[in-house]
């Protein structure tokens, strides 16, 4: 459906008691494109991504998802639209008693009627597409490294073919090498299964070197914008969050101009 975001938002209110977390909140996020998701503690960008798979039920607003209206929907259109979206949890939130093949397959067995053979082969396909030696197939999570676990559960998350991804924190607790290497293989995949990519996020880095635009959560709302647009904004913790040494060391890094 060219010209139909990947997700529209509108009015979104979210709120937990007296909390109100979202007030009024608007987004489009475009086909094809890496969008960070950041924001200061309580602004709820978790929040944000369960309400949009439909795991949280707003108190107002619309959302419509690939085309369709989340809240209109029954049990089976739900489901059968959220198999067209992978999650990425922190730290890969694999299942620590089976391997990482049989972690793959979760999702398969769900949704899907197929042979042994065939999810082996499709297991293995998507564990190569994140980086991952075969080897790691039976290793379990506790086997493997952070950064290994964290391509495990991608590998999970492209199980199904999605067509959007939502990463929780992809390079939290990654050394700035391991980091690098998850930002390459996000922009790759984007690139070569022209994925939609939405990740919460507080590094800088992956925000200077993926993104192709950034949603801050201000306010209760959200603004959207380039980071050099982002960087021209005089909210306060906008100006603090992309002027800080951290920032700058980001931008540096990424060969990006300081806007």
Not at 82 to 105: I, K, Y
Not at 136 to 145: D, I, T, V
Request: charged share 25%.
């Amino acid at each position: 459906m060219a010209g139909v975001p990947a997700i529209r938002v509108r009015g979104l209110v979210n709120r937990f008691g007296r909390q109100t977390v979202h007030d009024g909140l608007d987004l489009d996020v475009r086909r094809g494109e890496v969008l960070g998701i950041v924001g200061g503690s309580g602004t709820g960008k978790s929040v944000l991504m369960r309400t949009v798979l439909g795991l949280n039920r707003p108190v107002a607003g619309s959302i419509e998802l690939l085309g369709s209206d989340v809240s209109r929907m029954g049990p089976d259109a739900r489901a059968a639209t959220q198999t067209r979206c992978g999650v990425l949890f922190q730290d890969g939130a694999l299942f620590s008693s089976l391997g990482v093949t049989e972690n793959v397959q979760v999702p398969m067995r769900e949704h899907l009627r197929l042979p042994g053979p065939i999810m082996n082969e499709l297991a293995a396909l998507k564990i190569a597409m994140v980086g991952l030696p075969p080897e790691a197939g039976p290793k379990r999570p506790g086997e493997l490294s952070g950064g290994m676990r964290k391509r495990a559960g991608l590998a999970r998350a492209l199980a199904l073919d999605p067509e959007i991804v939502f990463l929780d924190e992809p390079t939290a607790g990654l050394d700035p090498i391991g980091a690098a290497a998850f930002d390459s293989l996000i922009r790759d995949l984007r690139n070569s299964l022209g994925l939609t990519v939405v990740m919460v996020t507080h590094d800088l880095d992956s925000l200077a070197a993926i993104c192709d635009r950034i949603a801050v959560l201000v306010d209760k709302k959200v603004k959207v914008a380039t980071m050099a647009e982002h960087r021209r904004d005089d909210h306060p913790w906008i100006r603090e969050y992309f002027h800080g040494p951290r920032a700058r060391a980001a931008l540096d890094a990424g060969g990006r101009e300081a806007g």
